[in-house]
C-alpha cells in the first residue's frame, strides 16, 4: 500500500493553502480523499469478498447475501462516485453482478434458512428493485410457508401487477385530464356538452381497463387449468410412484424445466 502525501507549502503572501485530499493506491486502484484508516477496513471488505467468491458453488444464494452485505458496508465507506470502479478494479466481478448481490442482501437478509434451495435466477429476479413490491411480498410469504415460485411463476406475477399498475395510472391520468378541463373551461362554454364529452371519453377508458383486467384474468385462469391436467397425467402415468417423482422434481428445482424443454425438442426432431 502506498501512501502519497502532498506538501503543505506557505506562498509569498504567507497564507498556508487548505491540505489537498490525500491518494492511497493499492493494487492499481487509487483511492483519492478516502481517510486511510477507512481504507484498510475497505481492504479488509476485498479480502473476505475474494475468499469467499472463489467458494460461491457451495453456498448458492446465501453466497449472494453474504457478499451484498459486504458490498453495502463497502459502498458506504467510499466516496461517491468511486464505487463502480472499484469493484471492477478490486474485486473483478461486473457491476451487474455486485448489484445483484446487493439486491439479494436488501431482499434476503435474516431469511438465508427458508432460501437455502431458491435457485439463483429465481432469487435475483425476486430481489430485482423493477419487481413490484407486492410480487416481493407474495414470493417471500410463500418461501415463509415452505414454498416457492419457479422463474414462469414469477415473471407472470411481474407481468399481471406491471399490467394492474398501468391501468391504474391510466384511471389516474384519465381523472386528472377531466379536471384539468373542468377548471379551464371558459365563460359560456356550454358546460353540458363538456361533461358529456368526457364521459364518453371515461367510459371507453373504463371498457378498455375492464378488457385488459378480463384478459388477465382469462391467462390466469388457463394457466391454473394447464396445471391442473398436467398434475392429473401425471398422477395417472405414476400411480405409487409419485411421491418419488415429487421429492425428485424438488429437489432438481428449476433444472427439471431445462431438462424437460430439451427432452420436448429432441423428440420433435
Not at 53 to 79: C, D, F, P, R
Not at 83 to 90: C, N, Q
Not at 167 to 179: M, N, R, S, T, V
Request: proline share 4%.
Amino acid at each position: 500500500m502506498t501512501l502519497i502525501t502532498l506538501p503543505n507549502k506557505i506562498n509569498s503572501m504567507g497564507i498556508t493553502p487548505a491540505p489537498q485530499p490525500q491518494s492511497v493506491t493499492v493494487a492499481g486502484f487509487e483511492y483519492m480523499g478516502v481517510d486511510p484508516e477507512l481504507i484498510e477496513d475497505i481492504e479488509l471488505h476485498v479480502t473476505s469478498f475474494l475468499k469467499r467468491e472463489q467458494q460461491w458453488h457451495k453456498t448458492g444464494i446465501e453466497h449472494a447475501v453474504e457478499q451484498g452485505n459486504l458490498l453495502i458496508e463497502a459502498k458506504e465507506l467510499l466516496k461517491h462516485g468511486n464505487f463502480t470502479k472499484w469493484v471492477e478494479d478490486r474485486l473483478c466481478v461486473s457491476d451487474q453482478t455486485a448489484r445483484n448481490y446487493m439486491y439479494a442482501a436488501n431482499t434476503y437478509s435474516g431469511k438465508t434458512q427458508m432460501i437455502l434451495d431458491l435457485p439463483m435466477g429465481v432469487a435475483y429476479r425476486i430481489a430485482a428493485p423493477s419487481t413490484p413490491p407486492e410480487v416481493k411480498q407474495k414470493a417471500l410469504a410463500l418461501l415463509q410457508n415452505g414454498k416457492k415460485m419457479t422463474l414462469s411463476e414469477v415473471v407472470n406475477e411481474i407481468k399481471i401487477a406491471k399490467e394492474k399498475e398501468k391501468i391504474a395510472k391510466e384511471k389516474q391520468q384519465a381523472a386528472e385530464l377531466e379536471d384539468k378541463a373542468h377548471k379551464t373551461l371558459y365563460f359560456g362554454k356550454p358546460a353540458k356538452i363538456v361533461a358529456e364529452i368526457a364521459a364518453i371519453k371515461e367510459k371507453h377508458k373504463a371498457k378498455l381497463a375492464a378488457k385488459a383486467e378480463a384478459e388477465m384474468k382469462t391467462n390466469q385462469q388457463a394457466a391454473d387449468k394447464a396445471a391442473s391436467d398436467a398434475l392429473a397425467l401425471i398422477t395417472l402415468a405414476l400411480g405409487d410412484q409419485l411421491p418419488t417423482f415429487a421429492a425428485l422434481y424438488k429437489q432438481a428445482s428449476g433444472q427439471f424445466d431445462k431438462a424437460l424443454s430439451d427432452a420436448m425438442k429432441g423428440a420433435v426432431s
